[in-house]
């Protein structure tokens, strides 16, 4: 069990590749068909209906979110029962969190090229690595404990979903600062690992990081709601894909937080 949690440990001080498709893309990314001045190139005599593709948009995004989090749940699944497999992932936990990091950059790439298909296969690919690396969970906290911080993660974030959607303030600003802020703790999650290994300053960071997950779902959503309106037939997958990566990076982020804080260890 020892050798468990130490690898938990080193997960928990690593998972900060959860939060770079978020925040380095959301700061300067050109979405599919749009221009260098904000301006989409779609042609106003398309004969989709705006409001009905941004409609779909919005609900292709959250459905690809949904089928993204069943696809890691069984790959955690898999993971956990395959004794080879789990072992191999723990001998090379490491080379996974690198191909990750990789699969997110190739994914964010295809976005841009507006090509959804392969950012979808790449989407997929990070849930599957990302599935097998959260399997170690099961032998840290007890599973009652992490469906239930699961219902809560969910809940929370249905929330600020709705939220998100629904209010008539606009979340910019806020969305900008939350981005820097998660840059910050991102930084000193890092030398908290490297240097300090401070149990205090990791639980901090944790309840920092809820705070500003449950901030940035609202965020996300609101911007997907913007977007969406803009959406043309040529790149409305691409966006889906793009805003579906971003909607389940906060889940699992506000997830693993809230784990961090709330699960019971077999311990």
Known sequence: MANYNDEYNQFNQDNMQYSEFGSND????????QGSSGAYSGSIYD?????EL???TIAKSFMIMVVALVVTAVSAYITLINESMFKAMLDNVLMLFILEFAVVIGASYSIKKNKA???GILFAAYCIITGMTLSVLFFVYEIGSIQQVFVLAAVVFAVMAVYGFTTKRDLTSFGAIAIMALI?????TFFNALIFHSTGVGMMMNYIGVLLFVGLTAYDVQKLKKHSLQAT???ANSLAVY???ELYLDLLNLFL???AIMGKSKN
């Open 26 to 33: 959301s700061m300067n990314y050109s979405y599919p068909g």
């Open 47 to 51: 004969s989709v209906d705006r409001a």
């Open 54 to 56: 941004a409609t779909n």
């Open 117 to 119: 298909i392969v950012a």
């Open 184 to 188: 910050g703790m991102l930084v000193v």
């Open 233 to 235: 037939a040529g790149n």
């Open 243 to 245: 805003f579906a990566m």
């Open 257 to 259: 937080r809230l784990l």
